[in-house]
């Protein structure tokens, strides 16, 4: 039976790919959100991508396929695993429908079907799952004001504390409400979520009710301080069950962060900080981040060089047993953050990594960096995605390197539709984790992307 379920599945998502491969394309620019792109402005000449369905009313459709390969060897750093590796093979297909009605009104609905093969162990929650809701909301576009009530997929700033988790098969998404306020370039949302917890079969995901996220976000960029733009925002965060390595048990945190970012004369920069309190069972929490990221473009070079340096500091726990917890929390983060083999999360971690980005034609873009890792505290652990993070035990109280990394990355783009990449990592594991049995560890990935 289950034999059968997984070929049916896969029969469905091939079909939805090769239905979406054999419309017609129109070049253009896409966005991350979907539903933030608007094509009623050439709907006339886009058919049948695009409706005028009525008098001041638009129908757009659109999709996107994904297939991606990666493996690891071994798994898990080695630790308690025999060494053994593995490699599979992600399936994603995604339809939407996005409806306008006037210049303030929309109705966005997306839905996705997603496979995986030759995991070992078979396919976690992230990897599989028959056709089910995405993405589903009402919306008002404003000209100052904002409503988006629903089913969302939602990133803030940088993605270091909400992103939509674009490396796992299935994306994240939250159901609930944003309200947002805009004057020119400056904005300030509040916003009201739970994250939607993702089930195998048909139309049976569901919000998680264990965990909700709240808050409000702005986006500020004064003419005085030009051309420095500044976030300032407060995040709130419940969990049912929060387990770190110095404590577990029912988690309340608040987030309250600020990020400076801008560019001007070829260089860019990113500064972003964010102290955190509230308590973990019976234990007061403590926590903060510093992350930066500041770059050079050598734009009269051929190959447009960018030389850019990232350091990060997040805190760990300092003295287990006190009644404080130190260890951060990144609460929804990119799990790539680091690299695209996602091997640690932003938690007790301090690390530089000097990146070379260059770009031999304007459709590709090739990186190469190396990561240098310690803990931030010797006594707690190291940690591991999925979100918001997993300790690793056997690392509580070894040493504090944790190892480096060399990455190589490239992205190329034959037509604005498609979307090829590829990564490479070799990590070298240091004393934090080789004293807990810990290997070095080789990951690669390649896929392929397609947008409509």
Not at 19 to 42: D, I
Request: net charge positive; with cysteine.
């Amino acid at each position: 039976m289950r034999q059968q379920t997984a070929k049916k599945r896969k029969t469905n998502l091939i079909a939805l790919v090769m239905f979406v491969m054999s419309l017609p394309v129109t070049a253009s620019e896409y966005k991350p959100l979907r539903f933030e792109e608007n094509w009623g402005a050439n709907c006339n000449k886009m058919a049948p991508k695009c409706w005028n369905i009525a008098e001041g009313a638009t129908l757009t459709l659109g999709a996107d396929a994904r297939v991606r390969s990666q493996g690891y060897w071994p798994l898990e750093f080695g630790i308690d695993n025999n060494n053994k590796g593995d490699s599979y093979t992600l399936f994603r297909g995604l339809v939407h429908g996005d409806m306008r009605f006037g210049k303030h009104a929309q109705i966005f609905a997306q839905f996705g079907a997603y496979d995986e093969s030759g995991r070992r162990g078979g396919p976690v929650r992230t990897d599989q799952s028959n056709l089910d809701l995405q993405q589903g909301f009402l919306a008002w576009n404003g000209d100052r004001f904002s409503l988006r009530v629903g089913r969302q997929e939602m990133t803030l700033g940088t993605s270091r504390l909400v992103s939509v988790r674009e490396g796992p098969n299935i994306r994240l998404a939250f159901d609930g409400v944003r309200v947002g306020w805009q004057q020119g370039p400056h904005r300030i949302d509040a916003l009201a979520f739970r994250p939607v917890l993702n089930k195998p079969e048909a139309f049976d995901d569901a919000n998680n009710k264990s965990q909700s996220l709240y808050g409000l976000y702005a986006t500020l960029a004064p003419e005085s301080i030009a051309p420095l733009k500044i976030d300032l925002y407060w995040l709130g965060y419940e969990r049912d069950q929060g387990r770190f390595a110095a404590a577990q048990g029912r988690e309340h945190r608040h987030s309250f962060g600020t990020r400076l970012f801008g560019s001007a004369k070829n260089w860019d920069w990113n500064l972003e900080a964010v102290y955190q309190i509230g308590d973990v069972g019976s234990q007061t929490i403590r926590a903060w981040t510093v992350a930066s990221d500041t770059g050079y473009t050598f734009a009269t070079l051929p190959w447009s060089p960018r030389l850019s340096l990232r350091a990060d500091i997040a805190s760990g726990d300092k003295k287990p047993g006190d009644g404080q917890l130190g260890t951060f929390n990144a609460l929804y983060p990119n799990p790539t953050y680091f690299t695209e083999a996602a091997l640690l999360a932003p938690a007790n971690v301090m690390d530089v990594q000097p990146i070379v980005t260059i770009k031999p034609v304007p459709t590709l873009t090739l990186a190469v960096g190396w990561n240098f890792l310690w803990k931030h505290n010797k006594a707690d652990a190291v940690y591991t995605p999925p979100a918001p993070l997993v300790a690793i035990p056997e690392t509580i109280g070894t040493d504090r390197y944790i190892g480096d990394q060399v990455k190589l990355e490239g992205s190329y783009r034959p037509h604005p539709q498609w979307e090829i990449r590829a990564a490479a990592v070799h990590f070298n594991t240091g004393e934090a984790l080789t004293q807990a049995g810990g290997k070095s560890v080789h990951f690669f990935k390649t896929s392929l992307a397609f947008r409509w």
